[in-house]
């Protein structure tokens, strides 16, 4: 319980995947495949129209402040538009407690 500080980051490489037209990075307590209650600059970005090929792009979302009464699970959830290919990507969730 309290006020936490989370912040997220994902690393994306290409890995042979063409035409990635966008990449998107989220932090949610709410778990599967939705993004109930995501708000753009907040615990929302994304990066439009990657070049095919890419290594090392970064999204981040840093201190997205959560205020909660109990033990709560967040999840870092990240998505990629492309044509071909798979795209990897490696993640990390942290958070902090303020008080």
Same mark, same amino acid.
């Given at each position: ?14 890995? #042979?995947?063409?035409? +990635?037209?966008? %990449?998107?990075? %989220?932090? /949610?307590? /709410? =778990?599967?495949?939705?993004?109930? &209650? *995501? ?13 095919? &090929? +890419? ?5 981040? +979302?840093?201190?997205?402040? *959560?205020?909660?009464?109990?033990? /709560?699970?967040?999840? %870092? ?9 798979? =795209?990897?990507? %490696? #993640? ?8």
């Amino acid at each position: 319980a309290g006020d936490w500080d989370v912040t997220g980051i994902a690393v994306w490489t290409g890995a #042979g995947a063409t035409a +990635i037209t966008d %990449l998107e990075l %989220l932090i /949610t307590p /709410t =778990p599967g495949d939705n993004t109930t &209650g *995501v708000v753009t600059g907040s615990n929302y970005v994304y990066a439009t129209g990657i070049v095919s &090929g +890419i290594s090392n792009n970064t999204n981040v +979302i840093p201190s997205y402040r *959560v205020s909660i009464s109990g033990s /709560t699970p967040y999840y %870092l959830k990240v998505s990629a538009t492309y044509s071909t290919g798979t =795209p990897q990507v %490696l #993640g990390r969730l942290s958070a902090r407690r303020m008080r």
